[in-house]
């Protein structure tokens, strides 16, 4: 019914042509740029990003060697502790073991002071999630719908301040360090402040409002693992209490891998350690609380320099020095089949 | 809200009326069992003493209503998500978010996990619901349509909108108005009770249609008064089937009228020509036949897309294997352990579950994790690139037909890709290669033939012309030079009949006409069918006019004398009478379109009775005798042969007064004048009688001449039109058409007026047509009868054994002259018609009349009755003549085929025609080339054709075997193993009932097998249900895409049948396009549609397929890896929100953009180098292994995604978010610069949606990174990418992940690109030269072809001339299979002219082949747009052109312009 203007003449002038128009868009003939892998631009592509690739894993390789690293293990250290451990009865009997080691150089610049958990999946998928972060922004949440359980309530009701797995098993181990001299040994001054993401610290974590801690949280209770409640983190800095403590807030940023570190704490430059930590003998001071010998786990204190490209680990600068390697082969080994196939007729590229 | 009701009872109805009567929408409802009558609907009109009645039946019935909508406002939800809900795609995401409210399972938050299913849902939806607006829109505007309707109330007729009709009312509508339902017409203003609709929104058909009056109502001379209507109408229940109804008008006093389909007016026709009508309404709403017929478009799945299915099974198989894999080593992980560690949550029992149910759980932890391997994603994103790939083909300007204003419709929205993967085309001949402009080219009447040389000379004109550009002249002009052109032409053939010399001029001459006749074509073509000048101006024949023009003096003797003069001159009167009667040609005036004309209307008086002309011719045969001997005027004409003005005048006396000069020459002459010097009598005659008859003669004269060039038919078929217009050529010009009478302006005769009894119409069953009228002369009942041959042929009175009758003898000796002619206008290519005749005594015809008047008025086994009743008629007819119709080739058809057939297509022809007819057309078009070898295939029974085909096998073999030994002797460069296996290329001819056998399931195979090795295949004589098994077969068994293109009601079987039906929008209506997946105008569309869309879709839609399962395997993979790292416990790295918008967001609009606008070759370069085609085709861009190679990378790149940046930050006191964080970027960059390598062309819209693409993820990553920090766990990236954004670390990463990852990808195209080109890869290179260099490019890379071809071609010549044995053998099994070395050899052939314009050494050579397998050598009229072009200077080329028929001994052998 719609196409019948055919008929009269006049009214089919009248009618529009159906004409389609005549625009580049239309007719598939917009301007394009067609890549073209000509021997020039092949081959500048590879040797550009060979060339750049080979510069960057150098300087990558060099600053990571310039990193010093003192990694020590100390779960086979302080065996009996472990045995200790072991039982879940004995969780409350304090349990302490030293670990030396020596600095043969100075360690300069900056000193980080991580602890290194092995086999211990944090990144598992009921772990992860086993947290809430409302409670943690100091909201007065009903943490039973949410994702904490079974680290949600006691049997009787009282919530647990933090809930969920993560923070239940938080890493509880205590680790001083001592610079021993000839006679007497001297704590080395650590930074327990200032470890975690400066966004974790002021806005992802807050403590309830209230006017001190304790009543702050108040009808919740500690969780099943901890020994002290959560406004007992840290009794000497009120900003370093509650959620607000920096270990908690480390602990609570979930770890990538079974085997992980997170910073503990920061070597103080003052007096002594001012440049850093001077050549000679140390001693970890370790209070010995977290078990890891139901999972086979272990653990590690690691005293470590950072740089701008991370950590000690090479692998990136070697990474590029390969890849760039290989791109640099790679153009060499066409440069070559150019070459010889240029003189065949067969040979179709320009 | 009544409607969801009426809806579900006209549902349930119809699932009643279904259970009962089987299938009432088959369309050979016609031919049903017989029913009972209480399934036929009966109509009363709700007025008077039926209104009980008619609250009791009519209410039934549905009324004019329409909704096509699928939705209401209130279901629309429901529903919509009902049907979605249908899609496994979407059962697959509901699976994924029920499985995800399962705790222990769960892997994402519940509505990140509805978030893919609900975007998909409303993107459908949204679209859904916008079609289903426009239909509403649609609807409400139809249904509240104005009509004039009887109300009971105010005894009028009043304006009632469409909605409110319903059945059993009376409609009253005026002239161009259109019918809001189905009713059966009582009154028509019109006084024969006619009344003419345009059907063009049903079928298209421009022309009109005459609808009737129900018998005894049309003798009403007043309009009928629907108060005194007191009958009820019974006709059968509502069915699709357009062309037939049944029923019957029951009258008060019992008595039945018979109901067809000439007294229903369809609902969507308009009403032409006809004051007013008024009907019955039969039909409402959807219950109409036009709506019935309305079943919406149709889905047909793409090869593309079965095959994408395939790979997605591979997906879930690799799913199953990842979540296995999950599954398995959580459980050995978690059974590592001896007690329950930290990490391991226990459940809130405080129980753990064995590690063998926590791997069952973490297997659909995983299915749920790992979900988008499955690239649901895929199908929306198909659907909108295939939207934008239709988009872009129905926007291609080259589509675009001015003559007809219409472009390419594509009807079928997902199936464009296939376009590129056709691997046989089968089509129809008559309108799809053909133009379907009927030509007239031949006649035979009575054993003798009549060539119409100077009508080809006419034609070839035209051809010329057609290059020329056509300058839009005003028609009336073009018409009236022409006319007077024509005159002049009539005229010197009248003047000088057997001068050649005159013929020379008069074909020169022709040019010129035509150009002036080309002008009025186009205004013409838009509202009269079938009318272009080359169809209607046919150029006598002089012999015939010579003959033609003594018939008056024959004609009343014939009674006495029966000499074999008179009576060949009786046979050519009838032959042309039977003509211009025997028909259904409307006839109008072109300025008022469709007027009928009528003679009553004219001021003359139209000569009635035989007595009257007899009186007249005595009293001027006495005027004759007196003035005779007047050879002034005589002289004057001829002395001065140029003078325009005088052979106006000549010509002019002739045309007004044929009849008396007819009858003057009769008593002037002796009878028996055949020679040829008598021939100038009649003209002298003419001038005589300018003054003799003028008298009688001014009415008329002035009156005829007035109308006569408005002349206007309108056939339903193009033949038939081809034939009335030769008549009038002849002047026997068919004056009017009513219902009872036709009106033959005869030349000899003046007005004759047929007094029609009868019109048996033509079907495809009977394959002819009859006409009974009264003959106004002998005033006898006489049928003439046209149709096929091969059923005329056998209709004849046979001669009884011992031909006794003078007359007998004559007729046996005529039939077998004229089946000779048959079969050679049917080797030229002609379309043929047999011409009969048959006398009737009133007393046999009173007798046939009843039988038929029963068989008419039953309901049920009607088509049977009605059958058996025809064959009564026309039976023992007496054979005039036969006619050849040539019907030409359409323009640039055999430029496509060659181009599809070099893209590696096989082109089968699927014709009703006959063998030599198909043959022909096909060697005309390049279907088969001279130097093939044409296998006919014709056996009358299943055995010899199973015989034959072996034969044929078995001589295929030898050739290629005795070609290989050859090669080997001759040591000749094996080619590169073509695709065809036999050296020779061999063309396979099959008949129709030949065809029958070979479809028998024994046969097929070997058939299948045998087509396989020829590289075209003929079917002639194929019915509608033929082709469409045929192309089954090839489809089912070869497993090849077929693509059916065909323009008629019988191609549409075929069309629905094919992977890809095309329909040519042309002459024969819509039905073809209606069928169709694409519509195109002209069939030479067909190769931009194929080669450069097809190719473009394909390819498109394969590479973003593929990228698809790329993007979709690498991005997950990512997951799997790092589920090694976490125990297998399903954790992901990377937030959950990212993690799926990732998918949805921000990689979802380039892959889109990819496969609308990736253009891997230039359009110009794929239409220059059809080759291009062959990826397509052998499915080359999507085969298993590119799946399995992108599988592949996708894992590698993966790979290297993962763990650059695992080994980075290995150790390190990395937290997760901030480790997916780089992996998830880097992913995005190598997904995103993978498509950039992928991409051959790069506009601003891909460089805008790719940056675009960039830019947002790293805009909504910050700010979702800025302030999400409380959502649920795990989602919690707070700060994340801002911390990243200033850490160089992180940059080093991505770059070096995405530099790795891309590397081999990368290198692999290079690689390609250098040591081992693809030809689209070498095709590509091609467009970047100037078009100067690309030019002589693409000539080198045909050269190399070429060269192939050559190598090839000698091989060819090889096998032929050391074939000659073969031939004969091939003679030997003649009796099984008559062998047609066609005699015939098209002029100039494409591919031969090239070569020796190249290859001057092949030259020969080509010639002894031509030499060797043609016996004859005949002009096919080749089209001028393939000559111009291929033989570049055939002037010279006198051997090209040359044109010899050495059968034809009346042919004028033709001087060519050297």
């Not at chain 2, 009770?193 to 009056?213: F, H, M, P, W």
């Not at chain 2, 018998?215 to 009958?231: A, H």
């Not at chain 2, 640039?892 to 009703?912: C, E, F, S």
Request: glycine fraction near 4%; charge should be neutral.
């Amino acid at each position: 019914m719609k196409n019948k203007t055919s008929f009269l003449p006049q009214e089919g002038e009248a009618h529009p042509s159906r004409c389609p128009d005549n625009t580049a868009f239309k007719q598939q003939k917009l301007p394009a740029w067609k890549p073209q892998l000509t021997i020039a631009s092949v081959l500048s592509s590879f040797f550009l990003i060979g060339a750049f690739c080979l510069a960057v894993g150098v300087c990558l390789i060099l600053s990571a060697n310039s990193v010093r690293e003192i990694q020590i293990d100390y779960s086979d250290k302080c065996s009996d502790c472990s045995k200790l451990r072991e039982n879940s009865s004995n969780w409350s009997k304090e349990c302490h073991c030293s670990v030396n080691f020596t600095l043969k150089e100075d360690v300069l610049d900056d000193v980080f002071m991580y602890y290194g958990l092995q086999n211990f999946y944090q990144n598992h998928r009921r772990y992860v999630i086993s947290r809430s972060d409302a409670q943690l922004l100091g909201r007065n949440v009903n943490i039973q719908k949410s994702y904490c359980a079974p680290f949600a309530t006691y049997r009787n009701g009282t919530p647990m301040a933090p809930c969920g797995a993560i923070a239940n098993s938080m890493f509880n181990d205590t680790i001083d360090l001592f610079y021993n001299l000839k006679s007497y040994a001297i704590q080395v001054p650590l930074l327990e402040t200032g470890n975690s993401w400066w966004t974790d610290k002021n806005v992802k974590f807050r403590n309830p409002n209230s006017y001190n801690l304790s009543s702050a949280f108040a009808g919740t209770a500690r969780p099943p693992y901890w020994q002290k409640p959560v406004y007992m983190l840290d009794k000497e800095d009120e900003r370093n209490n509650g959620y607000l403590n920096d270990d908690f807030i480390i602990w609570m940023r979930v770890s990538a891998f079974a085997t992980f570190r997170n910073l503990y704490r920061r070597v103080k430059r003052v007096g002594r350690f001012a440049d850093g930590l001077p050549a000679g003998n140390y001693t970890f001071r370790i209070s010995y609380n977290f078990p890891v010998t139901k999972f086979k786990g272990r653990k590690h204190v690691i005293l470590s320099t950072v740089v701008w490209s991370g950590g000690s680990n090479p692998f990136l600068g070697i990474a590029y020095v390969v890849s760039g390697t290989a791109a640099t082969l790679t153009g060499f080994v066409i440069a070559a089949i150019h070459l010889k196939l240029r003189k065949k007729k067969t040979y179709f590229q320009k | 809200m009544a409607d969801p009701i009426r809806w579900a009872r006209y549902r349930w109805q119809r699932l009643i009326s279904a259970g009962g009567e089987g299938s009432s929408n088959s369309s050979n409802k016609c031919y049903q069992s017989p029913k009972t009558i209480g399934k036929h609907r009966i109509v009363i009109p709700c007025l008077g003493h039926f209104k009980e009645e008619y609250e009791k039946v009519s209410k039934l019935y549905m009324n004019n209503k329409i909704r096509t909508t699928k939705y209401t406002l209130l279901n629309f939800l429901p529903r919509n998500l009902f049907e979605q809900f249908h899609r496994v795609a979407n059962l697959y995401f509901l699976f994924l978010v029920i499985l995800n409210w399962v705790p222990l399972v769960e892997a994402f938050q519940k509505e990140i996990a509805m978030l893919p299913l609900v975007v998909v849902l409303i993107i459908i939806a949204v679209k859904d619901g916008l079609e289903d607006y426009s239909k509403y829109k649609m609807d409400k505007q139809i249904n509240n349509l104005l009509t004039k309707v009887y109300s009971r109330k105010e005894k009028k007729y009043i304006d009632e909108c469409w909605k409110n009709v319903s059945v059993g009312d009376f409609i009253r509508l005026s002239r161009n108005e259109i019918i809001p339902a189905d009713m059966v017409l009582l009154y028509s203003s019109d006084l024969d009770g006619i009344c003419y609709i345009e059907t063009a929104s049903l079928d298209g058909e421009t022309n009109l249609k005459q609808r009737q009056v129900v018998r005894g109502y049309s003798e009403q001379v007043s309009e009928i008064d629907p108060e005194k209507f007191s009958s009820r109408i019974e006709c059968e229940s509502p069915n699709n089937n357009l062309s037939c109804f049944r029923g019957f008008v029951e009258h008060s006093n019992k008595e039945r009228v018979g109901l067809s389909k000439e007294n229903l007016l369809l609902r969507g026709c308009t009403v032409r020509n006809t004051e007013a009508v008024v009907g019955i309404v039969v039909y409402a709403g959807h219950e109409t036949k036009a709506m019935l017929n309305n079943s919406g478009p149709h889905y047909k799945r793409s090869k593309l897309e079965r095959r994408v299915n395939t790979d997605i099974l591979w997906c879930v198989l690799l799913l199953i294997l990842m979540c296995l894999t999950g599954a398995i080593g959580h459980g050995i992980w978690l059974s590592r352990y001896s007690e329950i560690p930290f990490f391991n949550i226990l459940e809130p029992d405080g129980k753990s579950i064995p590690p063998a149910l926590a791997g069952f759980n973490m297997f659909w932890t995983m299915i749920i994790l790992l979900q988008v391997l499955i690239p649901i994603s895929l199908y929306v994103s198909i659907e909108i690139v295939k939207l934008g790939q239709i988009y872009l083909i129905q926007n291609d300007i080259d589509f675009y037909h001015e003559k007809t204003d219409s472009t390419i419709q594509c009807r079928a929205l997902n199936i464009a890709e296939d376009l590129g993967q056709i691997q046989y085309i089968f089509s129809d001949k008559t309108g799809t290669l053909t133009e379907n402009k009927m030509v007239f080219r031949r006649c035979s009447i009575a054993g003798q033939e009549y060539c119409h040389e100077e009508n080809a000379k006419r034609l070839e004109s035209y051809q010329e012309m057609d290059l020329k550009d056509e300058d839009s002249a005003d028609c009336q002009d073009g018409s009236s030079i022409h006319m007077s052109e024509w005159q002049r032409h009539n005229c010197r053939t009248v003047n000088e009949p057997l001068n050649r010399k005159s013929l020379n001029q008069l074909s020169d001459s022709y040019p010129a006409l035509g150009r002036e006749d080309g002008a009025g074509d186009v205004p013409h073509s838009g509202h009269v069918a079938f009318s272009s000048p080359i169809e209607t101006d046919v150029v006598p024949d002089t012999e015939l006019l010579e003959k033609f023009s003594q018939i008056s003096s024959h004609f009343y003797q014939q009674s006495e004398d029966s000499s074999e003069l008179a009576l060949e001159t009786m046979y050519i009167t009838e032959f042309f009478l039977a003509l211009s009667v025997c028909n259904t040609v409307v006839v109008s005036g072109p300025s008022q379109p469709h007027q009928k004309m009528r003679l009553s209307s004219l001021g003359g008086v139209p000569i009635k009775s035989l007595e009257e002309i007899r009186q007249m011719f005595q009293r001027l045969s006495i005027r004759r005798l007196s003035s005779s001997p007047l050879p002034s005027v005589k002289d004057s004409s001829s002395e001065s042969p140029n003078s325009f003005v005088s052979k106006l005048s000549v010509f002019r006396s002739k045309l007004v007064s044929p009849a008396l000069d007819g009858a003057a020459q009769r008593a002037a002459e002796p009878p028996n004048t055949d020679s040829p010097e008598n021939s100038q009598v009649p003209q002298e005659l003419d001038m005589v009688n300018v003054a003799a008859g003028c008298e009688y003669n001014t009415a008329v004269s002035s009156v005829e001449w007035s109308q006569l060039p408005k002349l206007c038919y309108e056939a339903e078929s193009p033949d038939e039109a081809a034939l009335v217009h030769a008549a009038k050529a002849y002047k026997c010009i068919l004056q009017s058409r009513t219902p009872d009478q036709v009106t033959v302006n005869f030349a000899g005769l003046g007005s004759l007026t047929f007094q029609l009894l009868h019109i048996l119409p033509f079907d495809s069953v009977r394959k002819r047509m009859s006409v009974v009228v009264r003959h106004p002369v002998s005033n006898k009942v006489v049928v003439y009868t046209k149709g096929a041959d091969s059923v005329i042929m056998d209709l004849l009175r046979t001669a009884s054994e011992v031909a006794t009758n003078n007359s007998e003898m004559e007729q046996k000796k005529i039939k077998e002259r004229t089946q000779k002619h048959l079969d050679n206008y049917a080797r030229r290519g002609l379309r043929t018609l047999c011409i009969a005749k048959k006398v009737m005594s009133d007393a046999e015809y009173a007798e046939w009349l009843n039988n038929h008047f029963l068989a008419e008025t039953s309901i049920d086994h009607r088509e049977e009755l009605l059958l058996e009743s025809a064959i009564r008629l026309e039976s023992e007819l007496t054979l005039l003549g036969a006619t050849g119709i040539e019907d030409r080739l359409q323009e640039g058809v055999p430029d496509t085929i060659q181009a599809l057939r070099k893209a590696g297509i096989k082109i089968w022809m699927l014709t009703g025609d006959k063998r030599e007819t198909a043959v022909n057309i096909a060697y005309a078009c390049k279907l088969l080339e001279p130097d093939d070898r044409i296998f006919t295939l014709k056996s009358q029974s299943r055995d010899a054709c199973a015989l034959g085909m072996r034969k044929i096998l078995e001589s295929f073999q030898k050739n290629t075997s005795s070609k290989k030994k050859f090669s080997h002797k001759r040591e000749l460069v094996s080619a590169s193993p073509s695709t065809q296996a036999p050296g020779f290329s061999a063309g396979l001819v099959i008949d129709g009932r030949t065809l029958e056998y070979v479809l028998h399931d024994s046969l097929q195979n070997i058939f299948l097998e045998l087509t396989e090795k020829c590289r075209a295949v003929v079917c002639c004589r194929a019915t509608p249900l033929q082709k469409s098994v045929l192309v089954q077969l090839v489809r089912n068994k070869l497993k090849a895409m077929t693509l059916a293109v065909g323009d008629g009601a019988n191609d549409v079987s075929m069309i629905q049948v094919a992977d890809a039906g095309v329909g040519i929008s042309g002459q024969e209506g819509m039905q073809a396009v209606m069928a169709s997946d694409f519509a195109i105008s002209q069939f030479r569309h067909l190769r931009k549609l194929l080669l450069v869309h097809g190719h473009w879709c394909y390819t498109r839609l394969t590479n973003m397929v593929l990228y698809f399962f790329y993007k979709n395997v690498a991005y997950v993979n990512l997951l799997f890896w790092y589920q090694f790292f976490c125990g297998f416990s399903g954790t992901s790295m990377t937030d959950h929100w990212i993690l799926i918008l990732f998918n949805l967001l921000f990689t979802s609009v380039p892959p889109i953009i990819y496969g609308v606008l990736d253009k891997d070759v230039s359009a110009e370069v794929l239409m220059q180098l059809p080759q291009l085609y062959m990826t397509g085709n052998k499915s080359m861009a999507y085969l298993p292994s590119t799946f399995w190679i992108t599988l592949l990378d996708a894992f590698y790149q993966s790979l290297i995604c993962f763990f650059v940046p695992y080994f980075t930050y290995c150790g390190s006191d990395i937290d997760i978010l901030s480790f997916g964080n780089p992996i998830n970027t880097a992913a995005l960059f190598i997904i995103l610069f993978h498509l950039l390598i992928e991409c051959k062309s790069v506009t601003w819209i891909h460089a805008v949606v790719i940056v675009g693409s960039i830019l947002f993820y790293l805009l909504f990553t910050l700010a979702f990174g800025a302030t999400w920090k409380t959502h649920n766990p795990p989602s919690n990236p707070y700060w994340i990418m801002e911390k990243h954004m200033i850490d160089p670390v992180f940059y080093l990463v991505c770059f070096l992940t995405t530099c790795v990852a891309l590397l081999p990808r990368y290198l692999l195209r290079v690689l390609q690109g250098t040591l081992f080109p693809s030809p689209v890869l070498r095709a590509k290179q091609l467009d970047r030269l100037t078009p100067e260099e690309q030019r002589i490019a693409i000539k080198r890379w045909k050269d190399d072809c070429i060269v192939n071809c050559r190598v090839e071609f000698q091989a060819t010549f090889g096998s032929s001339s050391s074939a000659v044995g073969a031939v004969s053998e091939e003679e030997s099994i003649a009796s099984v299979l008559p062998t047609s070395k066609t005699p015939f050899q098209a002029c100039s052939t494409d591919g031969l002219v090239e070569d020796t314009v190249l290859l001057p050494d092949v030259q020969d050579q080509s010639r002894n082949t031509n030499d060797l397998n043609s016996e004859m050598t005949i002009c096919l009229n080749p089209s001028k747009e393939t000559t111009s072009d291929t033989c570049g200077s055939s002037n010279s080329r006198a051997e090209v052109s040359m044109c010899a028929s050495k059968e034809d001994s009346s042919a004028v052998s033709l001087t060519k312009k050297v």
